[in-house]
C-alpha cells in the first residue's frame, strides 16, 4: 500500500515498513523514527540506522541483532537503550528497509 | 431484534494485540533444551516486550560458570536424532553431536551459550535463578555469571510475572 511520509508518497507494508528502500529519504527517517517514539535521531541513532541499511543494501538481508551489536559500533546495551521497542525492528524501519525476519 | 457484536469483533481491525511481557522459565541442561528459552527471550527484547528469565534445575547450568559452555546436546533418550540408543551411549557421541550442532548455529549466526546469556542479560532482560535449585545443588551467587540479577523464590518469579504470560521450556 502507499503512504504518506514527510509528504513523500511512498510504498509500505501494514506495519509501515517501506518496502522500496531507494524511496528512502533522511526526512522520512526522521518522521517514522518520531512516530515510533525516538523524538531525536542522534549520532549514534544514525550510526546503527546507517549500518542497517548499508548491510542490507550490500547483502540483501538486514542484519541479526547479534552483528549488530557486535559491527555497527554501538554495544547492544546501548541499542537497546537507543531503540527501547527493539533494535533491529527500529533500525530497520527508521533506515527504510523491510522488515527483518531473522530470529536472532 | 437488534442484535450487538461482541467486542472482541467489533474492535477495529488496527486495534492489533500484543505481548506485553513475557516470563520464561528454562529447567533443562541439555544444549536443546536451554536454547530454545534463550531464542524465545532474545526474540521478545528484539520485539520490545519486556522479558524475565528463570533458570531452575539443569536449566540452571546455561548461567553457571563451571558449566555453561560445557552444556551438551543428550545423544541417549532423546528420540527426536533418530539414533539407536547404544550407538548414543558410544563415547563421544553427545560432543560430536554437540559440536555438529554448535557448528550449524554459528553459519546461522545463533551465539554459544554463554555469549547468547550476556547478549540477553543486555538487552535488559531479567536474569534469574530459582532458590529451591540453588538450595538444592548446594551453590550460591559466585557461582553464577555476574549478569546474574538476583536468587529470587517461586512465590518472587510470579510476583514478577504478573499481567504477563508465562512460558516454561
Redesign the interface.
Known sequence: MTATIAGVAVEVDNEGFLQKPEQWTKEIAAEIARENGVADLTDRHWQVVEYMRNQYLETGNAPSIRSLGKESGVPIKELYQLFPKGPAKLAAKIGGIPKPRGCI | MTTTMPDSIAAPADAKETIKKVSIIISKGSLEGVYPGL?MA??A????IEANVFFTFFGMDAITKKKQDKIKVATVGNPGLHMATWLGGVPGMSSFVTHMMKKKMEE????PIPEFVE?IA???AGMYACKASVDMFDLSKEDFIDNITDIITVGEFYDMAAGGHIIFT
Open positions: 531464542i532474545n526474540g527484547r528484539m520485539e520490545g546461522l549466526d545463533i551465539p547478549m543486555d538487552t535488559g
